[in-house]
């Protein structure tokens, strides 16, 4: 590389994120150390995205900053922490400064509005991937898990799913630029460039949910995650999950057919929304999240039974069950 492996680390990560009082070492030596507060749970969680499989060739560098470290906020999200610390492992094919500063600086301002500080990584060369590791702090033995649920829970999910699939088939080649409301367009792919990890959200969440994950796979396969680790089934109302006004436009106007809508909210991956399962009695609790508009209760979850699917979708509009039956199969064991 024609930047010096050290002088890259020194320019474009040396000071990146927020700066911890916490942190009594950060990047520079063999290894970071760090001071955890006293009556915390430490929550570790770590995601690689691949150029070509997690966000396509020649993606903007400042979306792939932000990215690297939202999907690894939104586990930290899920499990109602608070995210501290950040390290980096960088894979580039190239020292491409233009590209490296982009890329810092969506990692940085993400890891500043989270006072997230980044105290190490690694920075090798090859095909372009980037690991992140996030650890955060929960108040000791009240994290969030995906088990937890119980039959009778209620089902709910934040913001609009879908949203960030339908940006991503906005990004392919062959996405019929310029046709449609350019604002929805824009705003889709907002939601795939740019995805929010709920980390407030996930913290009210400790006292009122059952159980918790991020939407990273698609709306119905991580609902199936969650029934089975709390060993409930789903059943999911078509008619609750929320739509946002920009993929409803752009459906109403023919860019996307009726069909591609759901397979987005259903099947569509890199919402970083959280679904959540909320047990009746903290009904009033949720009532006040769902007041402000971007909480939404879809389904309940039932007794698991063998000769029932584990996420059961219904719909009362008959003409959409061929859509739902023609979902990708690896979500055939969801039935009608
Ligand atoms: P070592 O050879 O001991 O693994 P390196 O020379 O790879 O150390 O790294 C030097 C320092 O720079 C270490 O503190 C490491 O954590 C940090 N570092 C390396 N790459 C990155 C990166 N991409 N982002 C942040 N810190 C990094
Ligand atoms: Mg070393």
Redesign the pocket.
């Known amino acids: 590389m024609a930047l010096g ?2 002088e890259l ?1 020194d320019r ?3 000071e ?1 994120g927020c700066r911890r009082g916490d942190v009594v070492l ?7 150390i760090l001071r955890p507060p006293e009556g915390f749970d430490l929550i570790a969680v770590s995601d690689t995205l691949v150029e070509g499989v997690h966000f396509p060739a020649g993606a903007p560098a400042r979306s792939v900053g932000h990215r690297a470290l939202a999907v690894n906020l939104s586990d930290i999200a899920a499990m109602g922490g608070a995210p501290a610390w950040s ?4 894979t580039l094919p190239r020292a491409d400064e233009t590209w490296l500063k982009e890329f810092a600086k969506g990692f940085s301002l993400l890891a500043l509005e989270h006072e997230v500080s ?6 090798t060369r090859g095909p372009l991937m980037i690991g992140v590791q996030v650890l955060g702090f929960v108040p000791h033995g009240v994290a969030l898990r995906r088990a937890g649920g119980r039959p009778g829970d209620l089902i709910c999910v934040s913001g609009t799913p879908g949203d960030a699939a339908a940006g991503l088939a906005l990004l392919a080649p062959d996405a019929r630029e310029g046709v449609g409301d350019p604002i929805s367009r824009a705003a889709l792919r907002a939601r795939f460039e740019y995805p929010t990890p709920r980390l407030e959200l996930g913290r009210q969440l400790r006292d009122i949910a059952s159980a918790c994950i991020d939407v990273s796979d698609g709306l119905a396969g991580d609902i199936g995650k969650l029934a089975a680790s709390s060993g409930c089934a789903a059943v999911i109302d078509l008619e609750c999950v929320p739509r946002s006004e920009a993929l409803a436009t752009l459906v109403r106007e023919g860019v996307f057919e009726e069909r591609d809508a759901l397979r987005f909210m259903l099947a569509g991956g890199d919402d970083y929304e959280l679904a959540f399962t909320v047990p009746p009695e903290n009904r009033e609790a949720l009532a006040e999240l769902e007041a402000r508009g971007d909480v939404f209760v879809i389904g309940t979850f039932v007794e698991a039974k063998a000769s029932e699917p584990l996420v059961a979708i219904r719909t009362e509009r008959q003409e959409l069950q061929q859509y739902l039956d023609a979902l990708p199969s690896s979500f055939d064991h969801f039935g009608g």
């Open positions: 492996e050290f680390i474009y990560f040396r990146a950060g990047v520079g030596d063999d290894g970071a390290l980096l492992a960088l980044l105290v190490g990584g690694d920075t």
